[in-house]
Every structure is written in C-alpha cells, then in structure tokens.
C-alpha cells in the first residue's frame, strides 16, 4: 500500500513507478488517495488525523481484499512519514520509504524545527529509503534494518527511475523471501 505526499496525488511518477515494480514481481497493490484530497482538500489535516485515516483504510483493505497477505506500506514523502508512524499499528512487514522528508522546509524567520528521524528510528522493520542525492529535505543515514538508496535528482525522484525501480524490485525481492 502506497501514499502520496503532501502536494499531489497517487499518479506521482515515483509511486507510479514503484508500484509498476511491485506489479512485476507478482504483489497486490493499492495506491491510497487521503481522504483530504478526495475531499477536495490541498493541504493535509494535522499528523495524528493523517494517520488515522491510514490506518482505517489499511485496516479495512487487509480485512478484504488484501486479506490473509503480507503487508508492505509505503508513500512518498509526506506519506512514507504517515507509513512509518503507522507501521507497528498496520502490523507492517516493511516500509517504503520515497523522497522521505527528513528536515521540515526552512522558513524565513521562524524557529528551526526538529529532525523527523525518529519517525524513522522508530519503525521495527526493515526500511527502504529512496532519496534523490539532491533532496533540500535532507538525506536519512543508513541504519540496521534501514537501507537508503541515493539516486540523482531532488525531491521529486524524477531523474532516475531506473535506479530507483532497480532498488524497490530488489528490496521487496530480498523482504518478501526472508
């Protein structure tokens, strides 16, 4: 399960592209449009109401028709933050982690605001981080059970999808046999 970040919707061409590769290897998919957007809605409600609704959706897909399957969640950006936070909850198996906003966007005048690593630091399974090398949010440290990918390209992952297909297809490979 896959979903997208804070300023677009699921037809971003990273999560296109990484759920094209789940595809190829034979796994379910289900990419998430937040209940904000399909309302109408531009900007994303406060953390904690994010990743309730997260958890409703996840919860009633794994009750149906994702019922009895190993889950992998995942989003870009400001989703792989709401699949992280959620990952004990949803009972996921490992989080996918595209362009993951690592230090909130700096503004003129206000107080810096903290590192949302342990929003990272706090998920027990294995993590895959996608990151473009150029990321003005910052690029997340490898880590036990966290794997960072580097490929070119700022936020948006649109420079190297190859690299990027390359490391979703071998991670899932890798989570999916262990």
């Known amino acids: 399960m896959l979903g997208h970040g804070a300023g677009g919707g699921v037809a971003a061409p990273d999560l296109v592209a990484a759920a094209d ?10 990419l998430v449009e937040q209940p904000y957007r399909v309302a109408g809605r531009r900007s994303p409600p406060p953390a904690p109401r994010l990743d309730a609704a997260w958890t409703v959706i ?19 950006s400001s989703g792989a ?11 996921a198996v490992g989080v996918l982690c595209l362009a993951f906003p690592l230090q909130p966007a700096a503004r003129a005048g206000a107080t810096p605001r903290p590192s949302r690593l342990p929003e990272l630091e706090a998920v027990t399974v294995p993590v895959l981080i996608v990151q473009g090398e150029r990321d003005p949010f910052g690029m997340p440290e490898e880590a036990p059970g966290r794997t960072v990918v580097r490929v070119s390209g700022d936020h948006s992952l649109k420079t190297d999808m190859a690299t990027q297909r390359e490391a979703v297809g071998t991670w899932l ?3 999916l046999a262990g």
Not at 21 to 30: E, K, N, Q, R, W
Not at 63 to 68: K, M, N, V
């Open 21 to 30: 590769t789940a595809l190829s290897v034979d796994l379910a998919v289900a």
């Open 58 to 76: 996840v919860d009633d897909l794994a009750a149906h028709e994702l019922a009895g399957l190993a889950l992998v969640t995942g989003g870009r």
């Open 81 to 91: 933050r709401v699949a992280c936070r959620t990952a004990a909850a949803t009972a």
């Open 173 to 175: 490979a890798e989570l």
